[in-house]
């Protein structure tokens, strides 16, 4: 069984800090790594992809995957109030007319201005 | 910038009945997908579509479901008969090619099975 495996939170981080959210997954045959935000009752968004080892930056975000560990994570530095949403790591395959995503249950994230 | 769109935001039916979902993929995209999701519960693949045909489906995608894309734009989901467990989120999302490219996520329809 596909897993990915986040934990449900909420984490809750003071306005101005670094968020860290984690994610494992089972595959190793997963190639492309996705986080999403999503507010509540609202659909998921994409925050950032990686596909290769190593840190990834983009803005405020960081994206690190170990494909060895099976792990990858998601710092938001300068965390904001509008930050504070659930945050689904998902990962898919790579090529094929399929790559569907499997997705974790999220982890809720709460900035405390 | 474009986006995946879906009709209705919300749909309210009895059980039984039958429900079709419509999403208009982003243009120049060739890879379609529905997924759910369950209130309080991760988002679930359902389906994914190419070439005017399914690709893979999960075990949720049973005889009741099945998707079309009647036009050049628009790719729907239709629930033959519903049952109250179907009550959830239905994301449309839509990927460029072929490779990892990203998946967009529509608005989603909210179904509501009583």
């Known amino acids: 069984q596909k897993e990915v495996e986040q934990n449900s939170g909420p984490l809750s981080v003071p306005e101005g800090a670094i968020a860290s959210l984690n994610c494992t997954y089972s595959?190793?045959?997963?190639?492309?790594f996705f986080w999403y935000r999503q507010y509540s009752g609202k659909s998921p968004e994409l925050i950032m992809f990686?596909?290769?080892?190593g840190d990834k930056e983009d803005g405020r975000f960081t994206a690190q995957l170990n494909k060895a560990s099976q792990y990858v994570s998601l710092l938001i530095r300068d965390s904001q109030p509008s930050d504070s949403a659930t945050y689904l790591c998902?990962?898919?395959?790579?090529?094929?007319?399929?790559?569907?995503?499997?997705f974790g249950t999220g982890t809720l994230l709460a900035v405390q201005p | 910038e474009p986006e995946v769109t879906q009709t209705p935001s919300h749909q309210v039916t009895q059980m039984g009945q039958e429900v079709i979902l419509r999403c208009v993929p982003i243009?120049?995209?060739?890879?379609f997908y529905w997924y759910r999701q369950i209130l309080g519960q991760k988002v679930e693949f359902l389906v994914s579509?190419?070439?005017?045909?399914?690709?893979?489906k999960s075990e949720i995608f049973d005889d009741q479901f099945s998707v079309e894309r009647p036009d050049g734009s628009n790719f729907t989901l239709k629930i033959r008969s519903t049952k109250l467990e179907d009550s959830a989120m239905y994301f449309c999302?839509?990927?460029?090619?072929?490779?990892?490219?990203?998946?967009?996520f529509g608005p989603g329809t909210r179904l509501t099975v009583l």
């Open positions: 990686i596909y290769s080892n």
């Open positions: 998902a990962y898919g395959g790579y090529g094929g007319a399929t790559n569907k995503l499997i």
């Open positions: 243009s120049n995209h060739l890879y």
């Open positions: 999302a839509s990927k460029a090619s072929g490779g990892a490219d990203t998946q967009y």
């Open positions: 595959d190793r045959g997963s190639q492309s």
């Open positions: 579509f190419y070439n005017n045909e399914i690709s893979e």
